[in-house]
């Protein structure tokens, strides 16, 4: 018989951002360690169709999938913690339900009726997550068993409304065993000394409630440890359980949230709520997070990598970058220190009009053990990259170059290597006499698209010209990694350098804790000097490098020997 599939929505109450996208995949990642096949559905309820058009400032770094979805920076948390593969469809947008309503009612699918919210858009909601639950995200193409749903926002904002009512039918029709809710509220203590605050989160739940939802697990998030005297509190004003009230503090490293939900009896309550077919063995795969995360509670060695690039107003304009630098530092055992340069700092033009803020952006760049240029659209603080780039090529620091980044390696190389004194990307100079990098005619971003050999994800237009290699070639800058065709160039390096390289894709999206990304993990091992002894070694890390064998953890280290830098 087919197993029935086991659903969990993830609700957020009080304020947005306090961290459901990281409980949620936490959840799914105490589930999957248990063996599960686990997937994953996040609920944006703004009307934007897709993230592919948000500034970085507005909402962090859009998150690019295998199929190109240009989506919810929560999708990379759930990527990264389940070691799935998403696609576009499992980013559910209120745009995207209306847009297919709308469709449908054009068609004359609705045979006349008028279209109305309710039953029309929330059973589109209840089709779509029934549909794409289904959908296999690991490699072995099994059915999932269990779908968390993270529905955006927080419990009562307008926008929500029509989701949380499509639940609420939802959880009869698919009936009680297969269906469950986690409510994620805000704890707040006032000033330091003071109590922790149930107020909020009654109110949150009350809401909820009223909306016809009721939620089995309350995750609250709160800067220290949950009193016991709160939790009772919660637990008689929410109608819930004390051991259904769970705490979520503030902790050292996201990956200790896993481990936090798994010590407060999460997958035991969840299992026998939802019935789930469950030996409770000693689980492996949480052997390698707690290692993971006391890893990195205490390392001692530090490890500096300049970030040069736009928006440095919001971490999150970079998340997955940053998160593959963390991966890769903590791989080899560093603590990892970015320091956050903006490209136009490093301009002459700074020196002329504040001097103070170019000279503590060319401080920072100096000081760094290694410096990455990650990819960027739009011409502000381009001559900067180039600045930075130069002084890497040079001063022959390890460098990753991630498409701009790579493109802007190029022209730099071209224009004091080569003489070329206007080379530049048409994308900034669309008259300039040697256009290293253009636009291609054949490619329209579909060449990439349907096709099973690159699996690196692209977000660029531009490509190197083919014509021009061979002066490279022989000054020592080489095209390593080219496309089928051996028409685009995917990977530059520089002979005689500690570890320049240029990528035209983004490795980033590819990156796993327990798996850094290639390109990323060489930069880190040069910054730390460890890239010669490790390459000596036959590309084995020394074993207290490693994840230990008995989590029998997969290393980096085939992938690797893979890129022969």
């Not at 770094?61 to 389940?82: I, K, M, Q, S």
């Not at 209120?94 to 006349?112: A, H, P």
């Not at 029309?120 to 997550?129: G, K, P, R, S």
Request: glycine share 8%; with cysteine; charged share 25%.
């Amino acid at each position: 018989s087919h197993a029935t599939m086991k659903y969990i929505l993830v609700t957020g109450g009080v304020i947005s951002g306090i961290g459901k996208g990281i409980i949620a995949s936490s959840v799914g990642l105490i589930l999957k360690s248990c063996g599960l096949h686990v997937t994953a559905i996040k609920i944006d309820p703004y009307i934007n169709i897709d993230a592919g058009t948000f500034s970085p400032y507005e909402h962090g770094e859009v998150f690019v999938l295998d199929d190109g979805g240009e989506v919810d920076l929560d999708l990379g948390n759930y990527e990264r913690f389940l070691d799935i593969r998403l696609t576009r469809d499992n980013n559910l947008t209120t745009g995207k339900i209306y847009q297919s309503v709308i469709n449908k009612e054009r068609r004359g699918d609705y045979l006349g009726k008028t279209v109305q919210v309710v039953p029309h858009i929330t059973d589109a909601i209840q089709e779509w997550v029934v549909k794409q639950a289904k959908i296999s995200v690991d490699d072995d193409g099994v059915e999932p068993q269990v779908c968390v749903i993270e529905l955006g926002g927080t419990v009562g904002d307008i926008e929500s409304m029509p989701f949380i009512e499509a639940f609420r039918q939802f959880q009869f029709k698919v009936k009680r065993d297969n269906f469950c809710n986690i409510h994620v509220s805000l704890v707040p203590q006032p000033s330091a000394t003071g109590e922790q605050k149930t107020k909020p989160t009654q109110n949150s739940v009350r809401e909820l409630r009223g909306l016809g939802l009721s939620p089995d697990l309350i995750m609250c998030r709160c800067a220290t440890p949950l009193e016991n005297a709160v939790k009772e509190k919660i637990s008689m004003f929410c109608h819930v359980e004390p051991t259904q009230v769970i705490c979520v503090a503030d902790v050292s490293s996201i990956y200790r949230v896993p481990l936090l939900l798994e010590d407060q009896g999460v997958v035991g309550y969840i299992c026998q709520r939802l019935d789930l077919p469950i030996e409770m063995r000693a689980r492996k795969m949480l052997t390698k997070w707690k290692e993971m995360s006391d890893r990195s509670d205490r390392l001692l060695e530090h490890v500096s990598v300049a970030l040069v690039g736009k928006y440095t107003k919001f971490s999150d304009s970079y998340a997955s970058v940053i998160k593959a630098l963390e991966h890769s530092a903590l791989a080899i055992n560093h603590k990892l220190e970015i320091k956050f340069i903006d490209s136009a700092d490093l301009e002459p033009n700074t020196l002329q009009e504040e001097p103070v803020k170019y000279h503590e952006a060319w401080q920072k760049l100096c000081s760094a053990d290694g410096v990455l240029v990650p990819g960027g659209f739009g011409v502000r603080g381009t001559e900067g990259k180039i600045q930075a780039i130069s002084w890497a090529r040079k001063k022959k620091k390890p460098f990753l170059g991630v498409c701009l980044g790579m493109q802007l390696a190029v022209c730099e190389f071209a224009r004091n290597v080569l003489g070329w004194q206007d080379a530049n990307s048409t994308e900034f100079h669309p008259e300039s006499k040697h256009p290293v990098v253009g636009m291609p005619y054949i490619f329209s971003g579909k060449l990439y698209g349907d096709v099973e050999y690159v699996d690196e994800r692209h977000r660029h237009r531009f490509e190197v010209n083919p014509e021009l290699k061979h002066h490279f070639e022989e000054r020592g800058f080489h095209f390593v990694g080219q496309d089928v065709e051996g028409e685009r160039m995917e990977v530059i390096e520089l002979d005689d350098h500690a570890y320049f390289v240029g990528v035209q894709y983004h490795p980033e999206f590819t990156s796993r804790p327990i798996k850094p990304s290639p390109p990323y993990f060489g930069l880190l091992l040069a910054a730390a000097g460890k890239l010669q002894s490790y390459l000596q070694k036959g590309c084995r890390l020394s074993p207290r490098d490693t994840y230990s064998d008995r989590s029998d953890s997969s290393s980096p280290d085939s992938e690797i020997a893979e890129l022969k830098f």
